[in-house]
């Protein structure tokens, strides 16, 4: 488990972030080698997974997290998604339009103080990704 934790603190210039547990969703392809491509639109997902008793906490840091990050130039749409039956698993989708904004928003002063409000029992799985083209199904 250890040689997938992220290395996203390179790109931080607040030590905040060390408060904040990420785990790669692909242990081949970082999210750190993901900011490094000039792409978009990209569509973050962000698997969040916390105790359950953690949850209230959880939704008011993601919340005023979210108030910040609408204001970025970039930003697109988000949206939060909790799995069924009082679980302790989020996801969150949010749309940019192009990975050096998201990394600008990222390193955005406002939403690193933020950081910190964030429950400890919280694992973060960001990721980034693009529209696939499947014929007959899918459009890019």
Not at 4 to 20: D, E, F, G, W
Not at 52 to 74: C, H, R, T, Y
Not at 99 to 127: C, E, G, I, W
Request: aromatic share 8%; glycine share 4%.
């Amino acid at each position: 488990m250890e040689a997938r934790l992220s290395t996203i603190l390179k790109y931080q210039t607040t030590p905040n972030l060390a408060m904040v547990e990420i785990v790669e969703m692909d242990d081949k392809i970082t999210l750190n080698k993901q900011l490094d491509e000039n792409i978009g639109p990209v569509i973050l997902i962000n698997k969040f997974n916390l105790d359950p008793e953690d949850v209230n906490q959880f939704l008011e840091a993601w919340a005023s997290d979210a108030e910040i990050m609408k204001q970025q130039p970039g930003f697109i749409l988000t949206q939060l998604h909790r799995g069924v039956a009082n679980s302790g698993t989020f996801i969150n989708y949010a749309v940019w339009e192009s990975t050096p904004q998201f990394k600008r928003a990222l390193n955005n002063p406002q939403f690193q103080a933020k950081l910190s409000d964030y429950p400890a029992s919280m694992v973060a799985s960001p990721h980034l990704f693009s529209k696939v083209a499947v014929q007959g199904i899918c459009v890019e």
